[in-house]
């Protein structure tokens, strides 16, 4: 389960790390550049999702690492490997920040500070549950809005939120591909805060809103509905014009297209049909 959270991580990490930088942790950096080749910690492990931060003065220099994790876990030794690893090859001291999705309260992951024979190791803990959902809800960015449904919700109900995140994901990705790619993110993200079933329900009501507004086959039916509702008001011919506007709900000049249209198709030309609509029209005045 832990590497679907990762796999979303690492599809996500190009577009959230300079947000993510900004936002929540005040670093702007003057630019980013990939290291070259992944590093090797053990067989089983590499150090990933890691950049140089370049500047004028390439003495000012140094590697920025970016992890995200969901157990709570003391991380301490590890990167003090990975810290020792990275300098030397590279030469470059490490920045290492560690991003905590967890749905525990964390409690060894914080423990960032280790000193040992004359070593010393810090890096940076962000726990997403204790930051408002406001810092990614409305962003542009549809992989910071699908990050809200692990922040601090602020008060407001579980559902609200849901709902909130998927209207801006339909606002801001418009194609249905994308849509339906952050869903799925934030859906397997919610089980993280046991919400997948709220998750679930609101993305299938939200689906069926959207579909209904977009078919093309439903709009033609409210348009057929509404021209044969017309039509029958004047075929009574009971009603005024603004009557029949009123009763079917629409526009007067809408009125006068659908009867005028229905006029034509029972053989009488536009003028002959403005005529019999004028005529009728003036028994009600």
């Excluded at 190009?14 to 936002?23: D, G, R, S, V």
């Excluded at 003057?30 to 003065?57: G, S, Y």
């Excluded at 509404?226 to 007067?252: C, D, M, P």
């Excluded at 809408?254 to 005529?279: C, F, K, P």
Aim: aromatic letters at 6%; one cysteine or more.
């Amino acid at each position: 389960m832990a590497n679907n959270y990762d796999r979303i991580f690492k599809e996500n990490i190009e577009a959230l790390l300079l947000p993510l930088l900004k936002k929540v942790l005040g670093i702007d950096p003057p630019k980013l550049q990939p290291i070259d080749a992944k590093l090797q910690v053990t067989q089983e492990a590499e150090m990933d999702n890691i950049r140089r931060v370049v500047h004028v003065d390439p003495t000012l220099d140094y590697g920025l690492q970016i992890e995200f994790h969901i157990a709570d876990e003391d991380l301490r030794k590890r990167n003090l490997i990975h810290l020792a690893l990275f300098h030397s090859i590279t030469g470059l001291p490490l920045r290492q920040i560690v991003i905590y999705g967890g749905k525990s309260d964390p409690r060894h992951i914080i423990q960032n500070h280790l000193i040992t024979q004359g070593l010393e190791l810090r890096f940076e803990v962000l726990v997403l549950k204790q930051i408002p959902k406001e810092l990614f809800i409305h962003s542009t960015v549809p992989e910071e809005v699908v990050l809200a449904i692990l922040c601090d919700f602020e008060g407001e109900q579980p559902e609200q939120v849901v709902r909130q995140i998927l209207q801006h994901l339909h606002k801001i990705c418009r194609s249905p591909n994308r849509i339906k790619k952050y869903q799925k993110q934030l859906l397997t993200l919610s089980r993280l805060r046991k919400m997948e079933i709220i998750v679930k329900n609101e993305v299938e009501a939200m689906t069926i809103h959207y579909d209904v507004e977009t078919d093309g086959l439903f709009l033609q039916g409210i348009e057929l509905k509404e021209r044969e509702f017309i039509n029958n008001l004047w075929s009574l011919q009971e009603f005024s014009l603004e009557k029949i506007a009123v009763l079917s709900g629409t526009s007067l000049e809408r009125v006068i297209e659908v009867i005028s249209a229905h006029l034509q198709a029972e053989g009488l030309n536009e003028a002959a049909a403005i005529q019999t609509l004028e005529a009728y029209q003036a028994k009600f005045v």
